[in-house]
Each structure stands twice: as C-alpha cells, then as structure tokens.
C-alpha cells in the first residue's frame, strides 16, 4: 500500500496555470504506475492522465492533451500535473490514483490507492 497527498489545486483564471503534486509515502514509488483523475459535482470520476513506472509512457484523456503533462521523480517520490491553458471545464477536485505494476489503466478501478483530493477551480 502507498499513501497519496495531493497538492496544488486553487482557483485560477481562465487561461491561467497550475501545477498539481502528489507526494507518496509507503512502499518502493517506482514499483508503481501513477495517474490523475478529476471530479466535478453531479459527474463521474475521470481520468486525467496517467505514467507508467518504466519507460515513463504518458497518456492523456482527449479533453487535456496538449494542454496538460504529468511527469514523475522517483528520487522525490513525487508525481505532478503541470496544468496550462485551463477552461472552466476542468474545475474538479483532482486526486492522485496509484496502481502497483508496469501497464497504464485508465479506469477508476485499475487504482488501489487514492489521495484525499486537491480542489481546482478555473473562473471564467
């Protein structure tokens, strides 16, 4: 089991910027696949984007790519969500999701271990 703490989130203009990290704690970080889900009020979770342990292979729903990247540091333990060009339509409470192995998943029940949530809000 690894815990999550997800920080980062705040409210933002349309437009603007945020970078969201995930700091992990409990068993080897590396030994897991990491990903970035989000949930607005009334919806579903949803993935994000999500990195595999090896190789580093991103992947992204078509709502963010190329607009948002997740990267890791092992050495810090760390994954983020560096977040650009956001529209009101990514206000979420964003939470960090880890799933033990090498192959990427994009379903909320691929992921063992869940973050508390961080809040991202974007202002038109």
């Known amino acids: 089991q690894v815990q999550l703490v997800e920080s980062g989130g705040g409210l933002v203009q349309t437009g603007g910027s945020l970078r969201l990290s995930c700091a992990a704690s409990?068993?080897?970080?590396?030994?897991?696949?990491m990903g970035w889900f989000r949930q607005a009020p009334g919806k579903e979770r949803e993935f994000v984007a999500g990195?595999?342990?090896?190789?580093?292979?991103?992947y992204y729903a078509d709502s963010v790519k190329g607009r948002f990247t997740i990267s890791r540091d092992n050495a810090k333990n760390t994954v983020y969500l560096q977040m650009n060009s956001l529209k009101p339509e990514d206000t979420a409470v964003y939470y960090c999701?880890?799933?033990?192995?090498?192959?990427?998943?994009?379903?909320?029940?691929?992921?063992?271990?869940w973050g508390q949530g961080t809040q991202v809000t974007v202002s038109s």
């Open positions: 409990g068993r080897t970080f590396s030994s897991y696949t």
């Open positions: 990195i595999t342990r090896i190789v580093t292979y991103t």
């Open positions: 999701a880890a799933r033990l192995g090498s192959y990427y998943d994009t379903s909320v029940n691929g992921y063992s271990d």
